[in-house]
């Protein structure tokens, strides 16, 4: 199809998101692929996006959005457009990728045009109002690495997911030079020192290594909200920095939105996904909070760190709509893109919106004091063979979902 024609069908479904019809969830097509292919080389990360084939084994890629969008995903969890007025400072989310993304400031440009939702103007480090930047791993604005299709999708989506859950946020965009781990430390340390309120991190090793305690500074920062996806690859598959006792591990769900009468969208039902990275850690203690859970015993964890805390929808059968045009697989447009690398933006911009992770030396506590706040997520798919709840749903704590899913901002 030729730009005019796609441009011109971007415009009608821009229309009808201002007119409040929101799009529908996608169809659930033959399969997904991982945007970063694995397994990642020893000593280097790899990000946790899923694309959602078409039939033929293909990325569906097309001219109109079909993923879930701003009215699902504010509906089904409750969530306010902005955080409020009254919040002590301006909350800035950092997304923490490996290479670059050319085309990100364009691709956020039309998805919110899309949508109808306020577009981020392009900032400095110093901006003190809600706007969009991008740096490299030094926190510097310019001399950007080199370009992976892969990571761009990540990044698209990371970008996308944080800004239509948290639209008055600043974003900030940090991009490493590599997926190494030296280079991803690196630009973690440049979010945290540009003013992060919130850091998501969608990308992790494939499995944990000794060598991770001795790099756990980088994510030791008290006040501030750092998500983590905790992998794609189920019940034990989990790497760094998803076992560190010090971040928000975000697990993986399938999503059910329901659209009512009045044109706005509910939650229906969700569930885990089979996808969601979930286990005992083998070098990192779990926190007091964690081990204080009613249910704790059942883990079969004792004082390891368990993995997850929370989860949000990563399916990509019900994933979000995605815009793109750095080249993917040859193909560029609307992607729709899952696996818990959508969560932990989500999970990151939802805190941005209750603004309290600074009230916390360590914000992953917030949900385990405010259970009564979340959904529970009580059923669906094993992540794995294990014989305990870190591998199936259960009421309370469990391991694919942690504590459970946003339902408003009472749990963060």
Known sequence: MGQIRAAARIVVIGALALAGLALSAPA?????????PGPAAAGTARCFARVLNDPHGNPSAT???????PAQFHGAYSLPNTYASTAPALQTIAIVDAYDDPTI?????TYDKTFGITELPPCSASSPSACFLKVNQNGVAGSYPSKNS????EISLDVETAHQICQNCKIVLVEANSATGSSLNA????????????ISNSWGTNSEYSGEVSENSHFNHPGV????????????????????PNVIDVGGTTLGVTKQSNGTYAWASETTWSGSGSGCSTYFSAQPWQTLVPDWPATGCHSARG??????????????????????????GWYTVGGTSLASPLIAAVYALAGDAATQSYPASLPYSNSASLHDVTSGASTGSCGTIMCNAAVGYD????MGTPNGLGGF
């Not at 189920?234 to 920095?241: E, K, M, S, T």
Request: aromatic content about 8%; some cysteine; glycine content about 14%.
């Open 28 to 36: 659930a097509l033959a399969s997904s692929q991982p945007a970063c």
């Open 225 to 244: 909200a750092i998500t983590v996806a905790s992998g794609d690859s189920g019940y034990g598959a989990f790497g760094y920095p998803a076992a560190s």
């Open 105 to 109: 400031l364009n691709d956020l440009s």
């Open 187 to 198: 630009a973690e340390d440049a979010a945290v020192a540009l003013g992060a309120t919130e």
């Open 399 to 402: 391991g694919p979902t942690g």
């Open 307 to 332: 993995v997850a805390d929370v989860a949000a929808d990563a399916n990509p059968n019900t994933g979000a709509a995605v815009y793109d045009t750095t080249k993917y697989q040859g193909l560029h």
């Open 63 to 69: 001219t109109v959005p079909s993923g879930y969008g």
């Open 150 to 153: 892969g990571w761009a999708v």
